[in-house]
C-alpha cells in the first residue's frame, strides 16, 4: 500500500481541520486499519497479550476517555498508539472515543519511564472516589482465574467488576484466616482456597482446613489429607505454570476429599483435579472474558 507521506493526509482521511494539531474523534476498525497499514513504520514489537486486554475493554463497554493521545510526526508516521489502533482494528465495535496529537516529536526520551505499578494504581482510585480490587487479593484472583484460562490476562476494568462481585467473600475469607495457610501456600492454593468457598464449601470447614494447612497439627482423622497435603506442597519446590497447576489440583482435590466424600485417607489422589471453578468461570463467560482465551 501507498505510505503516508504527510500528516495532512491523515487529517483529510480522517476528516480533522487540516490545520489542527489535536483532534477528538469516533474512530471505526476500517479506520484503525487504515492507520496501521498507512503510518506504522519502524514502531517496537506488538504486544499480542496488551492488545487482546484492551479490546476485551473496547468490547466490553469499559473504554474511558484518558489523557493519552494517538501521535503522529510531521512525516505522518504512527510514533505513539499503535497497541490501541491494533485492538480496535480487530475489536468488534463501531467506534472508539479516542485523541489525536498531530506534528508531535519522536525524541530519544519518548516512553522510557516506568509503568505505574497496579498498587499505585489502586491508591490513586481509591484517593479518586474508585474503588478497584487490592492488591493482596490481586495476585489470589488472577492466579485462580490462570488456572482455566492461562492466556487471559486481567485488565483494571476486569478487575473492577471482579473486586464488584466478589468483593463481601473476599472479606470474609480474609477475617476468617483463609487466606493465611503458611509460607508454602502460593497464591494457587489461597485461590484454591477462595474458589472452594465461593463453589459453596462450607466455612468452618475451610477455617479447619486452613488451621491445619498452616500449623501440621490434627484434631481428627478427617484432618489426615490435610496433612498429606502439607506434605506434598512442602515438596514440590519451584516455580512454574505445571507446578501451579498440580499444587491447585492437589489443594482443590484435597478440600473435595474432606469436604465432599469425608475422606480419612493418607494418600493424595493419584490423578487430582480443579474441582472449584464452576462460579468463576460463569462469571467470566457473564463479562464474555472466558471467550477471549
Not at 109 to 118: F, L, P, Q, V
Request: charged share 25%; aromatic share 8%.
Amino acid at each position: 500500500m501507498k505510505k503516508v507521506t504527510d500528516v495532512i493526509e491523515i487529517k483529510n482521511y480522517l476528516g480533522i481541520d487540516p490545520n489542527a494539531l489535536t483532534a477528538k474523534i469516533n474512530l471505526s476498525p476500517k479506520q484503525a486499519r487504515y492507520l496501521l497499514n498507512h503510518c506504522n513504520k519502524a514502531n517496537r514489537r506488538i504486544n499480542s497479550q496488551h492488545v487482546e486486554t484492551l479490546k476485551r475493554d473496547m468490547e466490553n463497554g469499559n473504554w474511558y476517555n484518558d489523557i493519552d493521545y494517538i501521535g503522529f510526526n510531521k512525516e505522518g508516521r504512527l510514533i505513539n498508539g499503535q497497541h490501541r489502533l491494533k485492538a480496535l482494528s480487530e475489536a468488534n465495535v463501531e467506534s472508539i472515543y479516542l485523541k489525536f496529537d498531530f506534528e508531535a516529536e519522536q525524541h530519544v526520551s519518548m516512553d522510557t519511564g516506568y509503568n505505574r505499578k497496579y498498587s499505585a494504581q489502586v491508591t490513586i482510585s481509591n484517593k479518586m472516589g474508585m474503588e478497584i480490587m487490592p492488591n493482596k487479593f490481586k495476585t489470589i484472583i488472577s492466579s485462580g482465574v490462570k488456572l482455566s484460562y492461562p492466556k487471559i490476562n486481567l485488565s483494571n476494568s476486569e478487575l473492577v467488576n471482579i473486586w464488584q462481585n466478589y468483593k463481601n467473600d473476599f472479606i470474609t475469607c480474609e477475617e476468617n484466616g483463609l487466606f493465611d495457610l503458611g509460607s508454602k501456600a502460593n497464591s494457587v492454593v489461597k485461590s484454591s482456597v477462595f474458589l472452594a468457598y465461593i463453589d459453596g464449601v462450607n466455612i468452618d470447614i475451610l477455617k479447619n482446613f486452613a488451621k491445619v494447612l498452616k500449623n501440621g497439627i490434627t484434631k481428627s482423622e478427617y484432618d489426615i489429607p490435610i496433612i498429606r497435603l502439607r506434605d506434598e506442597l512442602f515438596d514440590l519446590r519451584g516455580t512454574s505454570k505445571t507446578l501451579d497447576l498440580k499444587r491447585a489440583s492437589y489443594t482443590q482435590q484435597c478440600i473435595y476429599n474432606v469436604a465432599e466424600l469425608k475422606s480419612t485417607s493418607n494418600r493424595l489422589p493419584s490423578n487430582p483435579n480443579l474441582v472449584y471453578q464452576n462460579n468463576i468461570e460463569k462469571f467470566l463467560n457473564n463479562l464474555d472474558i472466558a471467550n477471549a482465551d
